[in-house]
T-cell receptor
Framework: GAVVSQHPSWVICKSGTSVKIECRSL??????MFWYRQFPKQSLMLMAT?????????EQGVEKDKFLINHASLTLSTLTVTSAHPEDSSFYIC???????????FGDGTRLSIL | DAKTTQPPSMDCAEGRAANLPCNHS???????VYWYRQIHSQGPQYIIH???NNETNEMASLIITEDRKSSTLILPHATLRDTAVYYC??????????FGSGTRLQVQP
C-alpha cells in the first residue's frame, strides 16, 4: 500500500538551531502534502499545505518565516523549523495522498525536543 | 470538513468485536467517511473509508446507515495492539483532514 516516510523520527537540539524534517511519498506522486503539529494530549493541528512547485499555504497563527516549507518534487516536501526554541518542541507529522479519492497517508512523525 | 461526533472513550475485551460509532448528520451526498487511528507516539494510520455501501478490508468493517448520517467501525476481533485513538473524519474535497478528539479505545486483556 501507499507509504509516506518521514525523517528523522526524533531530534534533540539546542535552542537557536534550525531543524529540517523530510517527508517522502514512496510509491506515489503527491502534488499536495500537509504538515501537522501535535502537542501532548491534544489532537493534530494543521500547520500548512505544501504544494509542489509553488508556495505553501499556512494556517492562521503559523509563522511562515519560522516554519519554512519546500516542495521541490512530487515525492518530497521538507519542513525547516528555523531558530527553534523550547516552545517549538512538539510532534510534527506530514501526510500525502495520491489521486482521486485515495486516502491520505501519514508519516510516523518527528518528535522535536528543543533544550 | 463535516462535523462528526464520537464518544470520548470505550473499552473492549480482547478477542471481542469493538464497535465504534460516529455521527455525521451534516454529511453531503458525495462526501466519504474516513476512519483513522493513532497509536501512541505514532502518525495516524488509515483504516477504511466508504461512501454509502458497507465496506470491509483486512483491518475492519465500516457500516454506514442508509441515510448516511452515522456509521460504525467494527474491529471484529480486537487485540491489545488495537488500543488507540480512533478518528472518524468527513473531509470536504482534497484538503487537509480535520482531527477532532476521536474515541480512545482501550482493549482489556
Amino acid at each position: 500500500g501507499a507509504v509516506v516516510s518521514q525523517h528523522p523520527s526524533w531530534v534533540i537540539c539546542k535552542s537557536g538551531t534550525s531543524v529540517k524534517i523530510e517527508c517522502r511519498s514512496l510509491d506515489f506522486q503527491a502534488t499536495t502534502m500537509f504538515w501537522y503539529r501535535q502537542f501532548p494530549k491534544q489532537s493534530l493541528m494543521l500547520m500548512a499545505t505544501s504544494n509542489e512547485g509553488s508556495k505553501a499555504t499556512y494556517e492562521q497563527g503559523v509563522e511562515k518565516d519560522k516554519f519554512l516549507i519546500n516542495h521541490a518534487s512530487l515525492t518530497l516536501s521538507t519542513l525547516t523549523v528555523t531558530s527553534a526554541h523550547p516552545e517549538d518542541s512538539s510532534f510534527y507529522i506530514c501526510s500525502a495522498s495520491g489521486t482521486g479519492d485515495q486516502p491520505q497517508h501519514f508519516g510516523d512523525g518527528t518528535r522535536l525536543s528543543i533544550l | 470538513d463535516a462535523k462528526t461526533t464520537q464518544p470520548p472513550s470505550m473499552d473492549c475485551a480482547e478477542g471481542r468485536a469493538a464497535n465504534l460509532p460516529c455521527n455525521h448528520s451534516t454529511i453531503s451526498g458525495n462526501e466519504y467517511v474516513y476512519w483513522y487511528r493513532q497509536i501512541h507516539s505514532q502518525g495516524p494510520q488509515y483504516i477504511i473509508h466508504g461512501l454509502k455501501n458497507n465496506e470491509t478490508n483486512e483491518m475492519a468493517s465500516l457500516i454506514i446507515t442508509e441515510d448516511r448520517k452515522s456509521s460504525t467501525l467494527i474491529l471484529p476481533h480486537a487485540t491489545l495492539r488495537d488500543t488507540a485513538v480512533y478518528y472518524c473524519i468527513v473531509p470536504r474535497g482534497r484538503r487537509a483532514l480535520t482531527f477532532g478528539s476521536g474515541t480512545r479505545l482501550q482493549v482489556q486483556p
